[in-house]
């Protein structure tokens, strides 16, 4: 690696000098939040860590290595942009949001060195590292700033040996007295015909005025952002309106013209971040939108950093950013999202883990987090798209919910276009893992969408194993009593099988009548108190004393399937239909427990409720032979089909066909208010 060359700004004798511009500043946590501490800055020396020396880069968990506990020193920091370092204190910014994610500008740009520029009000030390694509650490230079050399550090580096990872970052270590980090950034040089775009920010909410309202609140205070922002389009479809909540006067004051809002029917996620980017390419002033949920908690910095990086990269290329868990604020989701081609499921990227908790194991301790990751996708709790690719590949599918972000990066992949997940810009969102929707009435749209995503983009004959695991999926369902996610998802099979015309006439109708459906069945209804149930009576005690228990091999499973199955043909014993044999806890209620009973109270997976589930095997009977019979129907028609939805694909994404939907759904007309 060549050596760093330190620049005096003031005294360049360079005949000719790009202009920098900044693309990465340091920050720190709202009031030095203490949740979220360690993703700005680490407090911890020591590193007891094995880096991936043998370049396999498996879903290994013994690579990331839990230290003990650190204090955060939230009274150390004094806002946004300053750190106060008592007499001989040390801080690392080697962390999530403060390091710069050097290996992803090498890949994305043309971008081959960065500038780091520290301002201190002292004498202190700044020590640069690097990282390796292996999570190996480099120290690249040592230099006390002190008050004689003007308090500030400006150095260039160079980015030639980050193709396949790295990390650039600098620790701070005060000397005898106390000092203050007064700003830290990181820039990168401009091209000779640069031009830095602007940005629509497109937020979809429902019913969230109140969450809505504060994001818009926390666009408006920050100045760099604003700096960029064209407009913030939020599309409005719920029944307690945005623009009648307490605050949004003073808001929409703050953003000075630059506030929209579209009220609209309920059209789901799809319905409203379509009409987000269609606003934006009417307006024709934007280079980007950002799409942005509405019940999220932004990081603006990390918003920025997302247009500036799109500002550089070689291609037209859609920036997504990371979520991390709101009520576990050091836990992120996932660090890229992929799409498994044979199996047709989308999921965490290889070389990544699931729920990384940077309180736990932070940057520099997690030797795969070094190493680039390229996705297939990225969710639309934020992802920012160049306005030249919605031209180019239309807009969102018409599906309502679940599948549209996954499909657009598969499609924007498909015409050439690229996503970079981009560490340093993140939001906070509402995670997952306390619900399970595959089982209430968005399971019809699970099952539907990744159909359809199937039938459009899977290389492999009649989809791969995606049918057969489909068919699985009812079976487990069936085997669990809960009837009314097959019916859903049988009328999800029926609805494609009657051809793309059905995606825009039903996407505003759709709903009702899904959760009208759901309503008919016994594990649908869910009551707030347990009892108001009939007491739990077991029929005939389990089998030796012992309760199922989960299967650890394919053989075992098989032979579980098939007694669960031979149960469901037995008669249904009275005892059990007038009361339930069991309370089963929402974690427990898997299909190999659950198909041993004839009934049984089950915890919503919200933990909110109750339902009383009921083996009935009559209409278990009458729905696994619709699923078969569909499924084999899918699988007869899969070539036309198929061909059916690709070649009306630019039709039912284009701007014109969202239009009349929107039109026709009683919006209120084409124009943002």
Not at 503 to 532: C, M, N, W
Not at 571 to 597: C, F, G, I
Not at 633 to 657: C, G, H, I, N
Request: proline share 5%; net charge negative; hydrophobic share 35%.
């Amino acid at each position: 690696m060549s050596t760093p060359a330190v620049v005096n700004e003031r005294n360049s004798s360079s005949s000719w000098e790009p202009n920098w511009r900044t693309v990465h500043r340091v920050v720190f946590p709202e009031a030095g939040d203490v949740d979220t501490m360690p993703l700005y800055a680490d407090f911890s020396t020591a590193r007891h860590v094995q880096p991936d020396r043998n370049g396999i880069g498996s879903n290994n968990k013994s690579q990331s290595v839990t230290l003990p506990a650190t204090e955060t020193h939230p009274d150390y920091v004094l806002d946004r942009r300053r750190l106060k370092l008592p007499a001989h204190g040390r801080v690392s910014l080697g962390t999530y949001f403060n390091a710069f994610p050097g290996s992803y500008w090498r890949a994305h740009t043309d971008i081959r060195s960065v500038r780091l520029s520290v301002q201190l009000d002292g004498d202190a030390t700044v020590t640069i590292y690097r990282s390796t694509a292996r999570g190996i650490i480099n120290r690249v230079s040592s230099q006390r700033v002190g008050a004689t050399e003007g308090h500030t550090l400006t150095v260039e580096l160079p980015l030639n040996n980050f193709g396949d990872g790295g990390w650039y970052w600098f620790d701070l270590a005060a000397h005898r007295e106390e000092v203050t980090l007064q700003d830290a950034h990181w820039s990168v040089p401009e091209p000779e015909a640069f031009s830095a775009g602007k940005l629509t920010i497109a937020i979809t909410t429902f019913n969230r005025p109140d969450y809505c309202v504060r994001n818009l609140a926390t666009i408006a205070s920050s100045t760099d952002l604003m700096e960029v922002l064209h407009r913030v389009v939020v599309t409005d479809q719920g029944t307690r309106k945005v623009a009648e909540e307490e605050g949004f006067s003073d808001v929409e004051s703050k953003l000075n013209g630059r506030l929209a809002t579209v009220n609209q029917t309920n059209l789901g996620g799809s319905g409203g971040f379509a009409r987000g980017m269609m606003e934006t390419i009417r307006d024709s002033e934007s280079s980007y939108v950002m799409l942005l949920d509405d019940d999220v908690e932004m990081e603006t910095e990390g918003m920025l950093r997302a247009a500036q990086f799109a500002d550089f990269t070689t291609e037209p290329t859609i920036v997504g950013g990371h979520m991390f868990n709101l009520f576990e604020r050091s836990v992120m989701h996932h660090f890229g999202e992929s799409v498994d081609r044979y199996r047709f499921r989308y999921g965490l990227s290889p070389n990544t883990e699931e729920a990384h908790d940077f309180a736990a194991s932070n940057l520099r301790d997690t030797p795969w987090m070094h190493r680039r990751i390229d996705v297939d996708y990225n969710g639309w709790w934020m992802c920012l798209i160049p306005t030249e690719i919605i031209n180019d590949i239309g807009l969102a599918l018409p599906v309502f919910i679940k599948w549209d972000d996954v499909e657009y990066g598969i499609r924007a992949q498909a015409n050439g276009y690229r996503t970079a997940t981009l560490p340093g810009a993140a939001v906070w969102h509402m995670p997952w893992t306390e619900k399970d929707d595959t089982i209430d009435w968005q399971a019809y749209y699970h099952q539907r969408n990744r159909w359809l995503a199937t039938l459009l983009y899977s290389p492999y004959k009649r989809g791969g194993r995606m049918p057969q695991e489909s068919f699985a999926v009812d079976v487990r369902h069936l085997l669990s009593m809960q009837y009314s996610s097959v019916e859903l998802r049988l009328r999800a099979l029926e609805d494609l099988l009657s051809g793309p015309d059905h995606l825009h006439e039903t996407l505003g109708s759709k709903l009702p009548e899904v959760r009208a459906v759901r309503e008919q069945f016994d594990d649908a209804r869910i009551a707030a108190d347990p009892k108001s149930f009939p007491l739990v009576k077991r029929s005939k005690p389990p089998r030796k004393g012992k309760g199922p228990t989960q299967a650890h091999s394919i053989p075992a499973a098989l032979v579980k399937v098939a007694s669960g199955v031979l149960h469901q043909i037995k008669p249904v014993p009275d005892k059990a239909k007038q009361h339930p044999e069991e309370h089963v806890a929402a974690m427990d209620a898997r299909w190999w427990r659950l198909s041993h009973l004839d009934s049984a109270l089950v915890t919503s997976s919200d933990g909110a409720g109750v339902s009383w589930h009921k083996r009935d095997a009559e209409k278990a009977r009458e729905l696994a032979l619709r699923s078969a019979i569909l499924h084999r129907r899918l699988l007869v028609q899969w070539d036309d089909l198929a061909e059916l939805y690709k070649s009306a694909m630019p039709q039912f994404t284009s701007p014109a066909a969202w239009a009349d939907t929107f039109a026709a759904a009683g919006t209120n007309g084409n124009k943002a208010e």
